[in-house]
């Protein structure tokens, strides 16, 4: 069973628009969830994160929003730009599974001009 | 240069044959993993290693084995290459916070 789940395998976005990338989890004891963003013919990189006590983290145009109860995660990113296209992956951790991380599978943004 | 090297960045290799992935890191991190990425499941880990003494199962470890050859070093092996391995393979590396730095990957093709 997918403990992390990114629903949308697409997203296609105007440029200076929001982008909205969700993700949803299963597990009520994942401490941390991160976002990574993935280039073709690149590995992953990290993007942002926030620890399960909080429920807000801002960094630039990328913020992410946590909401425990729902057990859903948002990345939003504004104004979006060309830059932005990118394979958007969540991922989390727990103490069950070793602190390793779980991750989505991945959601393809596009922003168009 | 970059942080995380990987080689062979592609390899396409026959059913039953051996092939070693090799990774290395100049981060200087304790911690290393090897995940594989095939379309619609995002990444799945196979090994990790928190030092060069410890060496642990993802969750996909079968048809797999690794080796820490030193604390840069983290190479992972097909002992005998299945057509369903077919993957793109990444590594990557971390200190002791959350935060992992991937290599570039390496697209394996097993015909």
């Known amino acids: 069973d997918q403990q992390v789940k990114q629903n949308s395998p697409s997203l296609s976005v105007q440029e200076g628009r929001i982008s909205i990338l969700n993700c949803d989890y299963t597990?009520?004891?994942?401490?941390?969830f991160l976002w990574y963003k993935k280039y073709p013919a690149e590995g992953p990189t990290f993007l942002i994160s926030?620890?399960?006590i909080k429920d807000k983290n801002e960094d630039g145009r990328f913020t992410v929003f946590l909401n425990k109860s729902a057990k859903h995660l948002s990345l939003h990113i504004v104004p979006s730009q060309p830059g932005d296209s990118a394979v958007y992956f969540c991922?989390?951790?727990?103490?069950?599974?070793?602190?390793?991380?779980?991750w989505g599978a991945g959601t393809k943004l596009i922003i168009k001009p | 240069d970059a942080d995380v090297t990987q080689t062979p960045r592609n390899r396409i290799t026959k059913t039953g044959k051996r092939i070693m992935l090799e990774c290395s890191q100049t981060k200087g991190h304790d911690r290393m993993y090897w995940y594989r990425q095939d379309p619609g499941l995002g990444l799945r880990l196979i090994y990790y290693s928190f030092d060069v003494k410890d060496i642990n199962k993802g969750e996909i470890s079968d048809g797999y084995s690794v080796s820490r050859q030193a604390q840069a070093k983290f190479s992972l092996s097909l002992e005998s290459a299945i057509p369903n391995q077919t993957a793109l393979y990444f590594c990557?590396?971390?200190?002791?916070?959350?935060?992992?730095?991937f290599g570039p990957g390496t697209r394996l093709t097993v015909t």
């Open positions: 926030i620890s399960s």
């Open positions: 991922a989390a951790r727990s103490a069950d599974s070793n602190y390793q991380l779980i």
């Open positions: 597990n009520s004891m994942f401490d941390y």
């Open positions: 990557a590396t971390s200190g002791p916070g959350y935060e992992q730095y």
